[in-house]
C-alpha cells in the first residue's frame, strides 16, 4: 500500500511542503498516513490538501472528508470561540478542554450558557475519525452534523444556526478565514470545518503506543494490569481505540431528575433502554468523573462495580495509566488559536 506523508502543514511554524514529524520518529516513521486515509479525498483547488497521520497498525479511518490547512484552522478557531454561544461565554473547548482530552474536566454535568446544566458529562473528543456515530445514544451519524447540537442546546450554547453564522458573516478575519477554505459561510461549511480539526485530535503516542512501537517496556504492575484487562476488558473496550463503539447498559439505574434513557430514545426500542456509547478508556484518568452522567468520581468506583478484587483493581489500574498521552494534552495545535 502506498503511503502518504502529511504535507503543506502550517501549524506550530511548518512550512508548506515540511512532511509531518510524527511522535516517536521521523516522519513517517512507524506512523504512516495511508491512501485510503481521511484526507485522501478531493480538496478545493487552491487549498492546501492535508493527510492524517497513524499508526500503521490501524485500520483505514471511516471519515473520508478532504481535509486542508486552511479548513482545519478554520475549525480550530471556531472550536475556541465563544462566540458560538448565545451569550458569547461558552465555546466547545468550555466542555472539551484539552488537558482533559478534550472531556469535561471535575465537573458531574456539563455546564452551558447562562450557568445552566446540561444532562450529560461531555466526552472525550479523541479519534473520532473511526467512530461510527456520535453523543453518548450515537443518534448523529456524521461528524459534519455533530456540532449543531451543541450550538443549538437549549441547555448548552443556546444559539440558533443563522444567529451563528450572522456572527460569522459580520467578522472581517472569518469572511477571509472560509474565503481562503473556498467555503462559503453557511450550515454545512460551518459543520465541515469544525469536524476536519476534530478529526485531527488523534492521540496515539501513550507508554502503551511506545510499548507496542518497541519504544518503552511495561512495568511489572501495568504488565499484569495489561493481562487483566485483556481477560476481562477488551471485550467492549477493545485494541486500539479501546472502545467498540456500542451502546450498553451496565446495569445503571435511572436518574429520575434527569431522566436520560439512553439509545432507547433514539431506536425506540426497549432493550436499548439506559444504553450508552462504550467509551474510549485512552487518556482515562483525566476524563473523571464517568458515565454519561458522571456519576461515578473515580476510575476505583467504576471497577468496583465489575466484582474484581483489591489485586486486579490494583493492577488495572497500574495499566489504565500507561494509556494516557501527554504528548496530545499538551500538543499546541490543538490549543486555542494565538
Keep these: 500500500m502506498r503511503t502518504i506523508i502529511v504535507t503543506g502543514l502550517l501549524w506550530s511554524g511548518l512550512t508548506a511542503g515540511a512532511a509531518w514529524m510524527a511522535p516517536g520518529g521521523a516522519a513517517g516513521a512507524a506512523w504512516l498516513g495511508r491512501d485510503d486515509a481521511a484526507g485522501a479525498g478531493s480538496a478545493a483547488a487552491g487549498t492546501t490538501p492535508v493527510a492524517l497521520v497513524y499508526p ?3 485500520p483505514a479511518p471511516l471519515y473520508k472528508g478532504p481535509l486542508t490547512q486552511e479548513g482545519i484552522a478554520l475549525g480550530r478557531k471556531l472550536f475556541y470561540d465563544p462566540r458560538l454561544s448565545k451569550d458569547s ?5 468550555s466542555c472539551h478542554e484539552q488537558y482533559a482530552a478534550f472531556a469535561t474536566f471535575d465537573h458531574s454535568l456539563s455546564h452551558g450558557y447562562n450557568n445552566t446544566l446540561t444532562t450529560r458529562n461531555a466526552p472525550a473528543l479523541q479519534n473520532l475519525a473511526w467512530q461510527k456515530a456520535y453523543m453518548w445514544d450515537g443518534r448523529i451519524p456524521h461528524l459534519e452534523d455533530q456540532p449543531a447540537a451543541p450550538i443549538t442546546g437549549s441547555n448548552e450554547m443556546g444559539e440558533t444556526l443563522q444567529g451563528v453564522l450572522a456572527k460569522l458573516k459580520k467578522d472581517r478575519t472569518y469572511r477571509q478565514m472560509f474565503a481562503a477554505a473556498k467555503m462559503a459561510i453557511n450550515e454545512k461549511t460551518l459543520g465541515n470545518a469544525l469536524s476536519q480539526f ?14 507496542k512501537r518497541g519504544q518503552a517496556t511495561f512495568t511489572l504492575p501495568e ?3 495489561y493481562a487483566i484487562f485483556q481477560q476481562k476488558c477488551s471485550a467492549c473496550h477493545p485494541e486500539p481505540f479501546f472502545t ?4 450498553r447498559n451496565i446495569s445503571m439505574t435511572l436518574d429520575t431528575t434527569l431522566n436520560d434513557v439512553g ?5 425506540g426500542r426497549k432493550e436499548d433502554s439506559l444504553a450508552f456509547k462504550v467509551p474510549s478508556l485512552r487518556n482515562v484518568v483525566l476524563t473523571f468523573p464517568y458515565g454519561h452522567d458522571g456519576r461515578y468520581p473515580d476510575i476505583r468506583t467504576v471497577l468496583e462495580r465489575y466484582h474484581l478484587t483489591n489485586y486486579e ?17 499538551k500538543d499546541p495545535r490543538f490549543s486555542a488559536p494565538g
Design 89 to 93: 461565554t461558552i465555546s466547545c473547548a
Design 313 to 329: 483493581i490494583g493492577q488495572l489500574k497500574a495499566f489504565l495509566y500507561t494509556l494516557t498521552d501527554s504528548t496530545f494534552i
Design 198 to 211: 476534530m478529526v485531527c485530535l488523534i492521540s496515539s503516542d501513550s507508554k502503551y503506543d511506545k510499548v
Design 223 to 225: 504488565r499484569l494490569g
Design 244 to 247: 467498540d463503539g456500542s451502546y
Design 56 to 58: 500503521s497498525t490501524w
Design 263 to 267: 439509545r432507547m430514545k433514539v431506536t
